[in-house]
């Protein structure tokens, strides 16, 4: 190890990185914590990891590489054990030409490379990589061996049939199968930026599956006798009846990984092969309170802009599950934050804490519901509120007469379209002349998945996407071929569309009529709304996205 540091030091004081006397300096310092010379260098503020990243990369010619934006393959991950990544810090990156290519926080620890060599029997070529990014990598694909490892453990040390095993002594939970496989499955799903865990059970298996970038993925299948055990942990973490497997039951677990608290939705349902479970990651630190990074059109912008400063009314964000409705009125309350204003928040559940923004709770098993906390809102001299959902006729009533009572109220609803709104409405027992007066604006929207940025390339229209978008002649548009980034899919992240129709007083007397949801959106038309199919074709026209996309999201069947 001393030539090892010798060369980093050497190294850092010709880049002019550190000096000499801070070199003697520090291997001292380093001799006796028994640290790594560049991180003792970093703990003691001489430099920064990015400068000796910087100084090696340059000084030696090694590549850097960001494995955040690549998608390595589980083969290659294969070539190295999980000890050895995690003993040097490093993981593998691609075989080309009988050359494994590894990246490693010390690209000069050459008794790793050694020993990498040998045991993979391929020559090694290093690249440099932050620490930090090495470590949560190492974590993201050895995850899933590390699962099928705990499911192994399950089975040798309780057989093969079907038994629940719950831990109840913490030094025993700590190290207990179930306990690991569910810690892995979790904290892989948080690292490969998944929405939702399903956790569905077969005849004879149960399968594993993740919801990224709004598509269900399947990671892996295990034995159906581990399932009992599994959901009577989640149970047991989210303060559920283990006992009790003939109904729906639906908690919250917080779960703390990298120093990160995710909130994770839980819900379970009763199926023919036992109880399938769904777990909602809630990751606070990821949202993006910005309405400039969602996708919106300028036109739309200035109309959401325009709706948000009415002094009262109703401002209704509609779509289904999974559609950005919450990052949408959260990106509106950062706008009207303001010390002048007192807002108060009623959510299930609360995803993203504001300062100086009153944010409520519901718990429906102690009777506070979105319509109570609503009332008691109503008591708090609020100047707006901003309710996660409605849910019901009581909800939604009360909404519309704070409304009326000089208030701003936000709030989603689970509608496909912005005239469909009205209709929804009245459905639940609302007056027409209640809503013509007091719903200002209805925003309906999707999530598309963007063309990923690493594979996308130009092709032009055929014949068929021509009829789809309605062109008269050949355009050229993108489409991603699929890499190791986009894991193959062609895409990488999502962006919104919108439908937005602000409420005149044409829309105000065609709902106080009583008027058809088709009638109601041809008169949005006319003053200048925008189809959700129309954004969509947009997004596609301008290289946002796919043809197929636009199919998948906002085409019905029936067309």
């Not at 002019?16 to 028994?34: A, D, R, Y």
């Not at 947009?538 to 085409?555: N, Q």
Request: proline share 3%; charged share 25%.
């Amino acid at each position: 190890m001393a030539k090892v540091k010798k060369r980093l030091g050497e190294i850092l004081v010709s880049s002019g990185v550190i000096t000499e006397e801070i070199l003697q300096k520090v291997l001292v310092l380093q001799k006796n914590s028994g640290k790594k010379l560049g991180e003792t260098l970093v703990s003691e503020g001489f430099t920064t990891e990015d400068q000796i990243m910087e100084a090696v990369k340059n000084q030696l010619g090694i590549q850097y590489i960001n494995l955040d934006s690549i998608n390595i393959a589980q083969d290659t991950i294969n070539t190295i054990p999980e000890t050895l990544a995690r003993k040097h810090e490093l993981i593998p990156v691609e075989v080309v030409n009988g050359q494994l290519l590894v990246a490693m926080a010390d690209p000069l620890n050459y008794y790793a490379i050694e020993e990498i060599r040998l045991h993979s029997g391929l020559l090694v070529k290093t690249a440099i990589c932050r620490r930090e990014v090495v470590l949560n990598n190492i974590e993201k694909y050895y995850g899933q061996s590390k699962a099928k490892e705990a499911a192994d453990d399950y089975v040798r040390a309780y057989g093969i049939r079907p038994k629940e095993v719950i831990q109840t002594n913490e030094k025993d939970e700590n190290s207990a199968p179930i306990i690991k496989f569910l810690n892995t499955i979790i904290e892989s799903a948080i690292l490969n930026g998944a929405s939702d865990i399903h956790i569905e059970p077969e005849e004879t298996e149960f399968r594993v599956r993740f919801r990224i970038d709004g598509v269900l993925k399947e990671m892996m299948r295990t034995n159906a006798d581990m399932l009992d055990p599994v959901v009577s942990r989640i149970k047991i973490m989210a303060n559920l009846n283990i006992a009790e497997k003939r109904v729906p039951q639906d908690g919250r677990i917080n779960y703390r990984v990298k120093e990160k608290n995710i909130d994770l939705r839980v819900s379970t349902a009763p199926t023919m092969w036992g109880e399938k479970i769904v777990m909602r990651i809630l990751d606070k630190s990821s949202f993006n309170l910005s309405l400039n990074t969602l996708g919106i059109e300028n036109m739309d912008m200035e109309k959401m802009k325009s709706l948000i400063t009415k002094p009262y009314g109703v401002i209704l964000v509609c779509g289904p599950t999974g559609s950005g409705k919450t990052t949408t009125l959260y990106s509106f309350l950062n706008i009207l934050n303001e010390e002048t204003k007192n807002i108060i928040t009623i959510e299930d559940p609360v995803e993203y804490n504001f300062k100086g923004i009153n944010q409520m709770q519901v718990n429906p098993k102690i009777g506070f519901t979105f319509a109570s906390g609503l009332r008691s809102i109503l008591r708090q001299d609020p100047d707006i509120i901003m309710v996660g959902e409605i849910r019901d006729g009581e909800t939604a009533e009360i909404a519309v007469r704070a409304a009326l009572t000089g208030h701003l109220v936000l709030t989603t609803i689970h509608t496909n379209s912005a005239a469909g709104t009205i209709t929804r409405l009245e459905d639940m027992g609302l007056e027409p002349f209640l809503l013509s007066s007091t719903i200002v604006g209805i925003i309906a929207q999707r999530l598309v998945r963007k063309i990923c940025p690493n594979c996308g390339e130009n092709h032009v229209t055929d014949q068929r996407e021509m009829r789809i978008l309605g062109l008269q002649s050949p355009v050229t548009i993108r489409r991603g071929q699929g890499c190791s980034l986009c894991n193959n899919t062609g895409y990488k992240g999502r962006i919104g569309i919108y439908e937005v129709m602000p409420i005149n007083a044409e829309l105000r007397q065609l709902i106080d009529e009583k008027t058809r949801e088709r009638e109601i959106e041809e008169a949005a038309l006319r003053n200048g709304m925008t189809l959700l199919r129309e954004a969509c074709k947009r997004k596609v026209l301008s290289g946002a996205t796919t043809v197929e996309e636009l199919l998948r999201v906002t085409y019905s069947t029936n067309e």
